[in-house]
RNA sequence: GGGGGUGUAGCUCAGUUGGUUAGAGCGAUCGCCUGUCACGCGAUAGGUCGAGGGUUCGAGUCCCUUCACUCCCGCCA
């Protein structure tokens, strides 16, 4: 028998009855009463009512452990009294009259406490994350990420996928995110970088010949912090297949997400089948390639009213004139919402950095006219335009951006958000997913002016490679495919150029000499023109699909030991500074810029 | 790098127009209490009001600087 317990916290039931048992756990709670005393006792399966009276001699030292401390109880088990019955425990029907105890573990004033609902400040919590982790709602998120990921883990090898694990010390790679560096010592001035993800070893792994992998990769990225994203490092689905299409992957992909949602959430899935959505079709109607689909507000393009003779809202047509673009969302049958209602929403937009957002509501007397601060500088004629173009009827409004189109799509984009967040047009019961497909294999730098990978750069351009007009860069698309969930984007995958030639075209236009490749991504190239298969993949974020399945908006708390958003772990106080010796032996001085 | 929010007891917070000795709940310590499950009752201890500077007869409160945490923008193929 284990000296610790013969049960856990949440096992004891009336059928216990009158059994001599142990229990070890946390002291949760206490309620003394004097010359009675009942211990809350848990662990992580549940709690336990402990039950001691002055006639136990022990009792006056019971009396005095903290909480939080960890005992072990040897005693007899009893059925409550009907009165006293606790139907929100588990264990509510019985309890334990305590014969002996033992402290296991003392616990000294806490710095927080464990058990309340009670929110507090993150520093403390992330200092003392291993008293965090005992709260319930955490511990639970916690237990919740495990399940996800295992039960993702035998979905993907009933699909026949085999898991491997590829190196964490790999090589610096340009393109893409800032990388961690690590000093190597028997390499002196060269440095290794951590995987931003494992894509070149995925894609060997193919070239291998090992048809489908998968692995929940640590991936590893320098960039600032925000509340869906962990500051340094992360984890991926990451997975891989050979001789496949887009399609291919969606089908696995998607199943494998609505199982996992179906299995661990009870929210509705907007639609059984994902929406495929080109990215086009999302920039111009959600103003982002990661669409809240639970929104049902839409924008639309009416930079050509402001053409028209009889509309004379003159900074509009000005700025339309020299290239600008004017994008709108209506919302519906908001004629008798307050003034305030709508200059609330101008005054966000201009605190988000944009000039603000114009707006009109449409009557109909008899005939249709404009209501609003701009409403004057619209002719009938043009108000059924852009109710043709729009879908509004008269009561709706129409809010109003002006702008260079990457700065209209991105207050539209916002404002879609704020505007149904106000009118509460969002059913937070749902998940709604997508596919966005059809990105662009490459956009112009907005600085620089110069042509660059927008994704991917070992994705495949889509059409037949003979026709492929390489002239017009910019109009090249790819087999580049992105899963968003909520407004949240959940993977990004591309079927992958596995051909060398159009490799090297590619980086050429994107700025690299067949040297610079060469050089910079020498395993892959290499190994691309010794046979390689067709073949593609998706990596699905692991942490992202954790923090939706357990209702929560931050990454942390999903994650059992992050860190904070400057990237510090205050438990473990890292980053650290380290000795002499040790930077000798790596070849490496400081020098901290003041 | 930039913008917003927050910072008062171990924890969560209140603190009026700038005015006496900065308060409450939880927690801690001590005492009373044999059926609680957020047990109850009483007492005690506990404060660099994030830090520094300024205005003022007087600053938790007003001004300036700065730090920490957080949210957002940039960034994240």
Redesign the pocket.
């Given at each position: 028998m284990n000296k610790y317990r013969t049960h856990n916290c949440s096992e004891l039931r009336k059928k216990n009855s009158s059994q001599d048992i142990i229990l070890s756990g946390w002291i949760n709670?206490?309620?003394?009463?004097?010359?009675?005393?009942?211990i809350?006792l848990r662990d992580n399966y549940g709690?336990t009512?402990c039950?001691i009276?002055?006639?136990n001699s022990s009792f006056k030292e019971l009396?005095?452990i903290?909480?939080e401390s960890v005992i072990k109880i040897n005693g007899k088990v009893?059925e409550?009294?009907e009165?006293?019955?606790?139907l929100?425990?588990q264990t509510?029907e019985v309890?334990v009259?305590i014969d002996s105890f033992e402290v296991l573990g003392t616990c000294k004033?806490?710095?927080?406490?464990v058990?309340?609902d009670?929110?507090?400040?993150?520093?403390?919590?992330?200092k003392y994350r291993f008293l965090d982790l005992r709260r319930k709602k955490i511990h639970d998120n916690i237990i919740l990420r495990s399940k996800v990921i295992s039960f993702i883990r035998n979905e993907m090898f009933q699909l026949g996928f085999l898991e491997f694990q590829t190196p964490i010390l790999t090589s610096s790679?340009p393109?893409?995110?800032?990388d961690f560096l690590v000093p190597s010592r028997l390499n002196p001035g060269k440095f290794y970088a951590l995987p931003?993800?494992?894509?070149?070893f995925k894609q060997l792994i193919m070239v291998s010949g090992f048809d489908k992998y998968f692995q929940i990769a640590p991936?590893f990225?320098d960039?600032?912090?925000?509340?869906?994203?962990s500051p340094g490092e992360f984890y991926q689905l990451d997975l891989e297949m050979s001789f496949v299409e887009q399609e291919d992957i969606f089908e696995v992909v998607e199943k494998l997400i609505v199982n996992v949602f179906k299995k661990f959430s009870l929210k509705k899935l907007m639609h059984a089948k994902f929406p495929k959505i080109s990215y086009e079709e999302s920039m111009l109607k959600y103003g982002s390639d990661k669409p809240d689909l639970r929104n049902p507000l839409l924008i639309s393009d009416l930079t050509n009213i402001f053409s028209r003779e009889d509309v004379t809202f003159e900074i509009f047509k000005k700025l339309v004139k020299s290239g600008s673009k004017v994008r709108c969302i209506v919302t519906k049958n908001t004629k008798d919402k307050p003034r305030s209602f709508f200059d609330n929403i101008d005054k966000w937009a201009k605190?988000?950095?944009a000039s603000g957002l114009a707006y009109f509501t449409i009557e109909k007397d008899k005939q249709i006219s404009a209501k609003g601060p701009v409403g004057k500088f619209f002719s009938s004629a043009a108000l059924e335009e852009i109710m043709k173009i729009t879908g509004a009827n008269d009561g709706d409004s129409v809010f109003l951006a002006c702008g260079k189109i990457n700065e209209v799509e991105?207050i539209t984009s916002?404002a879609r958000d704020k505007i149904a967040n106000d009118l509460d047009l969002i059913d937070k019961n749902i998940f709604a997913f997508c596919w966005i497909v059809d990105y662009p294999m490459f956009?112009k730098d907005?600085?620089t002016n110069k042509i660059?990978?927008?994704?991917?750069?070992?994705?495949m351009p889509q059409g037949n490679i003979k026709d492929i007009n390489f002239d017009e860069p910019l109009n090249i698309k790819a087999y580049?495919y992105d899963i968003v969930c909520n407004g949240i984007?959940l993977s990004?995958g591309a079927i992958r150029n596995h051909i060398p030639e159009l490799m090297y075209k590619l980086f050429s236009i994107a700025g690299y000499e067949k040297t610079q490749v060469d050089e910079k991504f020498s395993g892959m190239i290499n190994a691309l023109s010794y046979g390689a298969p067709p073949h593609g993949g998706i990596?699905p974020g692991i942490d992202r699909i954790v923090m939706l399945l357990a209702n929560e908006?931050?990454?942390?708390e999903v994650t059992m030991f992050?860190?904070?958003?400057?990237a510090?772990d205050?438990m473990m106080n890292a980053p650290s500074n380290v000795n002499e010796e040790q930077l000798k032996e790596l070849g490496l001085a400081i020098k901290i810029?003041k």
């Open positions: 709670k206490k309620r003394d009463h004097g010359n009675l005393l009942f809350d709690i009512q039950i009276d002055k006639s009396e005095k903290q909480l009893v409550r009294s009165e006293t019955i606790n929100e425990l509510g309890e009259n004033e806490l710095p927080m406490p058990f309340t009670q929110e507090y400040a993150e520093e403390i919590r992330l790679s393109e893409g995110a800032r931003q993800a494992p894509q070149q991936c990225r960039e600032d912090a925000r509340a869906d994203r605190d988000q950095g991105k916002q956009e907005e600085i660059k990978f927008s994704h991917n750069p070992f994705s580049q984007e990004s990596a908006k931050n990454i942390r992050p860190m904070n958003q400057n510090q205050l810029k």
